[in-house]
């Protein structure tokens, strides 16, 4: 545990909400339209374990917008 | 200006619901606060994953928090324009495909409020996000490095916002003219291709728009070359207008190849 502790949280933390925002935001837009470029389902695996490069790829590639 | 306000609004609407507004601002700041933590904390990332044989030694050099901006400026000029390329190709282009356009086209707008609209708009989205970027940065670098002259800062920002305004311009008149995938590629070869012929045969000539991201670094090293950096601004201001113009134009000439 003492390993975890001597983390610096308070410079890390912000970059992990950041991410995680996009990453939520992502998810959320999937679930709401599902109307994606492939199925959905594929791109929820992508974004939730893609991390940033997920996020972004499925905001450039992912979504259909008509 | 027909209905240029109304455009503008509709243009901001869409840049909301497709959430550009949010996840391209979002990729510069991770990008931003990524650099000076990842540099950082470098040493330690090598000892516990980097496979070092026991006992080796290694200096790692000392960066300053200059050099940071420097490297975090290399990181923007791949992904950041790719993100930025990807993201507006088919801001107009994609507009003719999908039949958004002939919603807008049967309207007596005119198309240098349409063009001017979306210019605006991209442009607010990108800059802001480069500069909460670079921001962030500074924030980090400041409690890592060393604090950076606050002067030297904003004038390393301000030579870089008028590259990406370059950029941005360029993508959108591209996308005005072709196709989406034409578009891109264009636009890629334009931004990074060139990027690249000029950092090979680039000490021929001090005058060119991707000289700026190079002149955006020596406000750093102090080596200034005055009449290099004010004549690339120039010629960059001119491409951007000349980028607008045609982009106005080929918006109109393509109205006709509209989806119906």
Not at chain 2, 33 to 38: F, G
Not at chain 2, 155 to 176: D, P, Q
Request: charged share 10%; glycine share 8%.
């Amino acid at each position: 545990m003492s390993e975890l502790a001597d983390v610096p949280w308070n410079l890390i933390l912000p970059l992990l909400v950041l991410q995680f925002i996009l990453m939520i935001v992502a998810l959320i837009d999937v679930i709401r339209n599902k109307r994606t470029n492939g199925p959905y389902i594929m791109w929820i695996f992508i974004i939730t374990f893609g991390s940033l490069i997920g996020s972004i790829i499925y905001f450039v590639f992912g979504r259909k917008n008509d | 200006m027909t209905g240029f306000m109304t455009l503008l609004q509709k243009e901001w609407k869409e840049q909301t619901r497709n959430f550009k507004v949010l996840w391209i601002p979002l990729v510069f700041i991770i990008l931003g606060i990524l650099e000076p933590v990842s540099n950082y904390y470098l040493p330690e990332i090598m000892k516990s994953v980097g496979n070092m044989p026991e006992g080796a030694e290694f200096l790692w050099p000392e960066f300053t928090g200059e050099e940071i901006f420097m490297s975090l400026l290399g990181q923007y000029q791949f992904i950041g324009i790719l993100v930025i390329v990807l993201a507006f190709m088919g801001s107009i282009s994609g507009e003719r495909k999908t039949g958004t356009a002939t919603l807008l086209y049967v309207r007596p707008i005119s198309y240098r409020a349409y063009f001017l609209s979306k210019w605006i708009v991209l442009n607010g989205i990108v800059l802001a996000s480069v500069w909460l970027g670079f921001l962030a940065a500074w924030y980090y670098i400041s409690i890592l490095f060393n604090s950076v002259n606050a002067l030297e800062v904003f004038g390393f920002i301000a030579t870089y916002s008028l590259w990406i305004m370059f950029v941005v311009t360029a993508v959108l008149a591209f996308s005005a003219s072709f196709s989406t995938g034409i578009a891109a590629t264009l636009s890629l070869l334009l931004t990074i291709g060139f990027q690249i012929v000029d950092s090979l045969i680039g000490e021929y000539w001090t005058i060119s728009p991707w000289k700026l991201p190079f002149y955006a670094t020596s406000v750093f090293n102090g080596n200034n070359d005055a009449a290099g950096l004010w004549w690339s601004v120039c010629i960059t201001f001119i491409a951007v207008l000349v980028s607008i113009f045609a982009g106005v134009n080929m918006s109109k000439r393509n109205a006709a190849k509209t989806t119906v």
